[in-house]
């Protein structure tokens, strides 16, 4: 295999792994959300202060 | 200069990432939540007035600081070793098979049944405990290359590291992941 079909290949399966992570990121656990969004608020008061 | 809108729609972009980022690193849920949010609360302060494109990478440096931040303050290091000698494995073809068994997980359908629907939870889960297992700055390149999307030279910048280095972590991140998957009966 070339260099260039490993980098390729090295690329497409990070992508697929990628992907999958972000299926995993979107079933967050209970509670994170709001936690979440508490941390944002919180930021842009920062922002504004 | 990010207004209120652009700051609060790239920290509603990025947060879920952010927040799965960090749960790798410490493994613990809690305090990963306090690491985002200290990191979204400096990015604010600090750099709110930066322009929206420069966020980002801005953003994905203090997070990075601040997990290690975290690290030091338990004085813990999870770090992670490897033996890398044997990573890259036979020159490729269990990395195509791996790409094909991929390929069939990330095509979900509404049809799939309460069992396939399980047996996806668990090999998302797998994959999962295996990018929280690699080495951190393998882990850290990885995430930040092919999951946030920056290019070489953003990671670098964000890992205050040279291209190459990147280059080279990330190439180890996939080949470990390709193994420690292999090894679990993925892509056999």
């Known amino acids: ?49 | 200069m990010a207004s209120e809108q652009e700051l609060d729609a790239f920290l509603r972009q990025v947060q879920q990432r952010a927040f799965k980022r960090t749960v790798y690193a410490v493994r613990d849920d809690d305090a990963a939540l306090d690491i985002v949010q200290d990191a979204m609360i400096r990015l604010a302060g600090k750099y709110g007035d930066r322009p929206a494109s420069e966020l980002p990478p801005i953003f994905q440096r203090i997070l990075s600081n601040a997990t290690m931040d975290w690290f030091r303050h338990r004085k813990v290091h999870q770090a992670v070793f490897s033996n890398l000698s044997d990573f890259e494995g036979p020159d490729g073809d269990d990395t195509l098979d791996l790409l094909e068994i991929l390929d069939t997980l990330d095509t979900r359908s509404d049809a799939e049944g309460a069992d396939e629907q399980a047996q996806r939870r668990q090999m998302l889960a797998l994959i999962e405990q295996e990018v929280a297992a690699l080495p951190a700055r393998q882990r850290e390149a990885f995430l930040l290359r092919y999951w946030e999307e920056f290019d070489v030279a953003e990671t670098a910048a964000a890992m205050g590291c040279s291209e190459g280095s990147v280059k080279t972590h990330c190439s180890r991140a996939v080949h470990a992941l390709a193994r420690a998957l292999r090894e679990r009966g993925i892509g056999r």
């Open chain 1, 1 to 49: 295999m070339s260099r260039r079909d490993s980098d390729l290949l090295e690329a497409r399966v990070a992508a697929r792994l990628t992907a999958l992570l972000t299926q995993a990121a979107a079933e967050l656990p209970g509670g994170v959300d709001a936690r979440l969004r508490a941390a944002r608020e919180q930021a842009l008061d920062a922002a504004r202060r």
